[in-house]
């Protein structure tokens, strides 16, 4: 049996990144790549941004490995949305992004939505695809909407309208039915949504066209078309090059599933902290759990569920009162084994959604000790008890209860933090092998390809 690769691309908020892995989940090459800054009528030109970092990406990984690709998957920030026209494959305004917000469509995406639906935000995708649809005067025939990483996709394998129902979800795809809801599809517009897959689904082998790119030979032949060397050169018997004829393209998913996926938590009742700016939380569930007023949802995952919940509460606030060296030193000297007493609620700024629904809650940071480490002692154990508060609301509205807690982000590196945690919420608590978005990603790859991935 022949040797076979899987490539992941993350395009994140910040950059992209590349991961190649085997069948056993070892990395054979990695790397990023800043997104280039174009300007475009005094705008950043992200479609021309994306796409040079997609072909720079290809062409880093290294040339001996690219043979022996077998599939390539992509993740992409949730609800970036990109609007073109499949005829002239242009697309027909810049895309938009993530985090834009497109308030004028909401009144008009809650009249048709069910109360409290994810799309009833102004940032969803389906508030951005209205806001698109009633300030567009052309002709809206031919046209389709794709998100981030299905563009990106479309890019390399050619079919024009794919995604997959992680990507979907804040469009208003229902990933339970598997179908996009009546209401949706009884819209003017619902011709322009994508058809959905599972993630890690096989869709086309890669274009001709971008795969000779990638292959020196096929590069070198071009250039001596013209005196015979070419013709020689196809005769001789390395015919590996570049990309393979049946490197498969796979749908792919959002950064944040693929950065759970990466840590290859694959039971129900395991979860993800991520310890960054913020506290995320993400419980790997057999049922289904929603809650609007916490910010509660779950995103599909083949036959199981994964329920996330985010508070305001984080690593930012350490990073006001504390230089990263600063932590470390302090938190050394901190006896993980004693409760502090001291009762904290660290926050940025007013307002908390989950596990409290308060937008009106103060940041609780008083009284402060003279005593530095028991200061920090006071404000990772009061963390803590948000984190463990966050995973028995999951279990209220309905999810597994959790068994074992891995851990992402700065705040994971942080043995003394772990050790009070595990003590707080009273499950075993780990730090993730492996966190980057696009290792997920390359996971989805190998199961587009093997159906399966090692741990499944
Ligand atoms: P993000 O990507 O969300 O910005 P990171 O995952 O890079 O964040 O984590 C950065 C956070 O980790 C910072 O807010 C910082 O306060 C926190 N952090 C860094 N070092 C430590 C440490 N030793 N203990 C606890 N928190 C830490």
Redesign the pocket.
């Known amino acids: 049996e022949k040797k076979k690769l899987y490539l992941g691309m993350d395009f994140g908020t910040s950059g992209a990144r590349y991961a190649l892995i085997d069948h056993q989940g070892n990395t054979y090459a990695q790397g990023k790549r800043d997104y280039p800054l174009y300007m475009k009528e005094e705008k950043m030109d992200w479609i021309q941004s994306w796409k040079d970092t997609l072909f720079l990406l290809l062409d880093d990984v290294p040339v001996s490995l690219r043979p022996i690709v077998a599939s390539i998957a992509i993740d992409g920030t949730s609800a970036t949305t990109i609007i073109m026209d499949s005829k002239s494959e242009e697309p027909l305004s810049r895309p938009f992004l993530y985090n834009e917000s497109c308030p004028d469509a909401l009144p008009l995406v809650k009249s048709i939505a069910p109360t409290n639906h994810t799309v009833c935000s102004g940032s969803s995708t389906l508030c951005k695809l209205v806001a698109w649809w009633n300030s567009y005067d052309s002709s809206k025939e031919s046209v389709v909407l794709l998100h981030q990483a299905d563009w990106l996709l479309w890019l390399l394998h050619g079919k024009l309208g794919v995604s997959d129902y992680n990507n979907a979800l804040k469009v208003g795809y229902d990933p339970e039915m598997d179908s996009y809801p009546s209401w949706l599809l009884s819209q003017p517009y619902s011709h322009l949504l994508p058809s959905v897959q599972d993630p890690g689904t096989k869709i086309e082998c890669m274009k001709e066209d971008i795969r000779t790119q990638f292959d020196w030979i096929t590069y070198i032949v071009k250039l001596h078309e013209h005196d015979g060397l070419g013709d020689l050169l196809l005769m001789c018997p390395f015919t590996l090059s570049g990309y393979p004829k049946d490197c498969l393209i796979c749908t792919g998913t959002t950064d944040s599933i693929a950065a759970f996926l990466a840590a290859r938590a694959t039971q129900p009742g395991k979860a993800v902290t991520?310890?960054?700016?913020?506290l995320a939380i993400k419980l790997l569930s057999i049922r289904r759990v929603e809650d609007a007023r916490f910010g509660v949802y779950s995103h599909r995952l083949g036959d199981k569920w994964l329920v996330g919940g985010a508070s305001n509460t984080?690593?930012?606030?350490?990073?006001q009162l504390?230089t990263?060296e600063q932590?470390?030193k302090l938190?050394e000297q901190i006896n993980p084994l004693e409760a502090s007493p001291l009762d904290y609620y660290p926050l940025q700024a007013v307002g908390e959604r989950f596990p409290v629904a308060d937008p009106k809650m103060e940041p609780r940071l008083h009284p402060r000790p003279a005593n530095d480490v028991e200061y920090l002692h006071g404000i990772?154990e009061s963390i803590a008890r948000i984190e463990a508060k966050g995973y028995n609301l999951l279990k209220d509205l309905g999810a597994n209860p959790v068994e074992e807690v891995i851990t992402?982000?700065?705040?994971?590196?942080?043995e003394k933090?772990t050790k009070i945690r595990e003590r707080v919420l009273g499950l075993p608590v780990c730090r993730a092998n492996q966190t980057e978005a696009a290792y997920g990603a390359a996971l989805l790859a190998m199961k587009g390809a093997c159906g399966n991935t090692t741990s499944d």
């Open positions: 991520s310890l960054g700016s913020t984080g690593g930012a606030v350490l990073r504390f990263d932590l470390e938190s990772l992402s982000g700065g705040g994971s590196k942080n933090w």
